[in-house]
């Protein structure tokens, strides 16, 4: 792999200059929480869609896609297409009961469902993730990216000046910056894939010639049931359980969405996403799969995309590339810094310090960002010891997250799940997750693929929360109805969608976006 030269060093520098200016430039004084941690709750549905799709795809997908392909074969977009699908049922069922509640955060969702006790523990728990797995892994994949520009530099210094950059303007410009510049980054973003991917396809020369020299499974969607990476059975129902987390319960995701004007921008935004993330296949997964023959004999997948970059590309376009990646891993920093703050400041500080201003509120929540931050960038570079940097993203949530997922699962629609049963299953489920982590991970006496142990935990959780709410009964309560799916609601809505036009029914949209994943899926299976 050749250096990258000046040129491509001082393009990267001045577009990330220029990011960050920008950032600067569009934050505004934020005067209360609503400023600060839901943009004033005025986001128009293309922000929301890019910004929540520039969070996502952040330089450890890009990085873990790729990766994850050259070792596994492109049926690691199925949680690409599964995305697509889990956006649907949220901007169907969830959605209106999350912005009709007027929460901050989604732990206040669950309290106002169940009791504090479950608010505190997904605070805890998203806070965790957040900085063990969202910034950590954003800040180890920006820097591996950044070490091959400036090879002299330690990857903990790179990693520390990402951090700073992107902490400049969420401090000043809160949830606000953040989505203006997620947006312009979530386009450098795709323009920054595209170019890879035509270059990697020019270099293989073209789709025939990929076909004839990779292994058949390597492209098949569907796998069996041995499968190392995706196997069938964990795609029916491991996937869905992870995806189910992510993308209508983790506030990273949904706090872009809790900040539309409307619950219509709230749910177009969201379906951009899900058509944001079909591209994936085409930008970042095939890639990876052209790399088997571009680089064979790699060692580390996590290599791969940078790789492909730096060998593929010439000085000028390789600076723009990695001016996208950087800008990139801004976005998820960003992302996970104010959606930090935020779960600091209002599920923890407020309830410590009930009578502390909105502005103390929204100190309190800059100061808070710092201490994230500190130790994301002392934790990423352990992240190089746990090898393929997908498959230690999506099993650190498999032991992790059953327990929510069941808990707003069955509190979206069934009236009798309560604070005892929510006790019970936060309890027993955190238990079972780390015993059979130990079990599996740690210790390495059972093998157990983690998309099989995601459901295996999430039936217990179930379980659990179905006899203990049964078990200790609680009184019918207006405020938990208002926040069930409605049947009534829904046929409500049916009857006012009648009058619209197919381009304004979200229904429509979301329908065609299914329609278009099934063929995606059909072709490649």
Not at 53 to 82: C, Q
Not at 133 to 152: E, I, K
Not at 383 to 401: K, N, P, T
Not at 419 to 431: D, K, Y
Request: hydrophobic share 60%; glycine share 8%.
């Amino acid at each position: 792999m050749r250096a990258p030269g000046t040129l491509a060093l001082l393009i990267t520098l001045g577009c990330t200059a220029g990011m960050v200016g920008f950032g600067l430039l569009v934050s505004r004084r934020q005067r209360n929480l609503d400023d600060y941690f839901l943009a004033s709750r005025a986001s128009r549905w293309p922000a929301i869609g890019l910004a929540l799709y520039a969070s996502n795809i952040s330089s450890t997908a890009i990085i873990a896609l790729a990766g994850a392909a050259y070792a596994f074969g492109i049926s690691v977009y199925d949680y690409e297409w599964s995305a697509t699908v889990l956006l649907v049922f949220f901007c169907v069922f969830l959605l209106p009961a999350l912005l009709g509640s007027r929460i901050y955060t989604m732990p206040e969702f669950l309290e106002r469902r169940y009791d504090r006790g479950a608010r505190l523990y997904f605070a805890v728990l998203t806070l965790f993730l957040l900085v063990f797995v969202d910034a950590a892994a954003a800040l180890y994949c920006g820097s591996l990216v950044c070490h091959l520009l400036a090879p002299d530099v330690p990857l903990w210094a790179l990693g520390a000046l990402l951090a700073g950059a992107a902490c400049l303007y969420t401090l000043t410009g809160g949830l606000r910056a953040v989505m203006w510049t997620g947006s312009v980054q979530a386009v450098m973003l795709l323009g920054s894939a595209l170019i890879i991917a035509v270059a990697a396809f020019l270099r293989v020369g073209g789709w025939h010639a990929l076909t004839s020299r990779v292994a058949p499974g390597m492209l098949a969607l569907i796998r069996p049931a041995s499968d190392p990476g995706v196997p069938w059975p964990g795609l029916v129902f491991g996937i869905p359980v992870l995806g189910f987390y992510y993308w209508c319960t983790n506030h990273y995701i949904v706090q872009r969405v809790l900040s539309a004007r409307s619950l219509d921008d709230g749910r177009r935004g969201a379906l951009l996403t899900g058509l944001l993330k079909l591209a994936g296949l085409f930008l970042m997964v095939l890639p990876g799969i052209c790399a088997i023959v571009l680089y064979p004999h790699l060692s580390n997948p996590d290599q791969v995309y940078p790789r492909l970059m730096f060998g593929l590309l010439p000085a000028g376009l390789l600076g723009l590339v990695a001016a996208g990646f950087v800008a990139a891993t801004l976005a998820s920093l960003a992302a996970a810094l104010n959606c930090a703050s935020a779960l600091i400041t209002v599920d923890l500080i407020q309830h410590i310090a009930p009578r502390a201003t909105a502005r103390q509120l929204v100190r309190i929540g800059r100061w808070s960002t710092l201490g994230v931050l500190a130790v994301a960038v002392l934790w990423a570079p352990q992240i190089e010891r746990f090898g393929d940097l997908w498959q230690y993203l999506q099993a650190v949530l498999a032991y992790a997250v059953p327990p929510i997922v069941a808990l707003f699962a069955a509190g979206l629609f069934w009236r009798g799940a309560n604070a005892a049963g929510a006790r019970a299953t936060l309890v027993v489920g955190t238990l079972c997750g780390l015993a059979l982590f130990l079990l599996t991970t740690v210790l390495q006496v059972v093998h157990l693929q983690f998309l099989y142990a995601a459901p295996i935990l999430l039936a217990i959780d179930l379980a659990v929360l179905v006899a203990a709410s049964l078990r200790w009964p609680a009184a019918r309560s207006a405020a938990v109805d208002a926040l069930l799916w409605s049947g009534a609601d829904y046929r409500a809505e049916t009857r006012r969608l009648r009058e619209l036009g197919l381009l304004a029914n979200y229904r429509a949209q979301a329908l065609a976006l299914l329609i278009l994943t099934a063929l995606i899926v059909v072709a490649f299976r």
